[in-house]
């Protein structure tokens, strides 16, 4: 079955660190360009990175310096380490498969669950 | 940055009404324009692609029209299955996700 299955989400203490994972299955995530997108709650989706040809990656400017996207292929899993955590990181952290090439922008064809950030003191 | 307005913000509608969802780009964004479907607890589910094309193994109902700025998803006749949360993505230009709309029963 081809699936994402986040994990790693936890309570976690303001400038603490954290690391998500994304296991996938039935396809490949160093074939593909691969996304976190993020939802607070109550509030709407927020792209935060892509991860795609040459393992070259980009970060929406509210978390760049601060995440860092990576992929091992061996695991074929996607990874999203986080550090100097702050309340405004609380949300759901999806991970998300675009199925284009080209350009690091495309739609988003398969998507996780989600795991659940929580920052606070 | 491409900033997208959807409306409206909440949608109460009837089983088998027609519901129409916009979307606007503050610049022009050619095709570059999904359509998801979320659900507390579920996966978000891509219903519509570059506009107009419709993912596979989604119903026929669901359609997506529009190009440049102004877009508009369209579902002809409201299942039970439909009350849920729809947010559009541009992707002409980094990515950007409109604020959503929740379309409620009535």
């Known amino acids: 079955e081809v699936q994402l299955v986040e994990s790693g989400g936890s309570l976690i203490q303001p400038g603490g660190s954290l690391r998500l994972s994304c296991a996938a299955s039935g396809f490949s995530v160093s074939s593909n360009y691969m996304n976190w997108v993020r939802q607070a709650p109550g509030k709407g989706l927020e792209w935060v990175s892509v991860i795609y040809s040459g393992d070259d990656t980009y970060y929406a400017d509210s978390v760049k310096g601060r995440f860092t996207i990576s992929r091992d292929s061996s695991r074929n899993t996607l990874y999203l380490q986080m550090s100097s955590l702050r309340a405004d990181d609380t949300a759901v952290y999806y991970c998300?498969?675009?199925?284009?090439?080209?350009?690091?922008?495309?739609?988003?064809?398969?998507w996780g669950r989600g795991t659940l950030v929580t920052v606070s003191s | 940055d491409i900033q997208m307005t959807q409306s409206p913000s909440t949608l109460s509608a009837s089983v088998g009404d027609r519901v129409t969802i916009t979307c606007r780009a503050s610049q022009t964004i050619n095709i570059w324009l999904a359509w998801y479907q979320l659900k507390p607890g579920k996966a978000p589910k891509l219903l519509i692609y570059e506009a107009s094309s419709l993912e596979s193994g989604v119903p026929s109902r669901f359609s997506g029209s529009g190009s440049g700025t102004d877009f508009t998803l369209t579902i002809s006749s409201l299942q039970p299955d439909d009350f849920a949360t729809y947010y559009c993505q541009q992707y002409h230009d980094y990515s950007t996700f409109g604020q959503g709309t929740k379309v409620e029963i009535k």
């Open positions: 998300a498969r675009d199925p284009t090439y080209g350009d690091p922008w495309g739609h988003f064809d398969l």
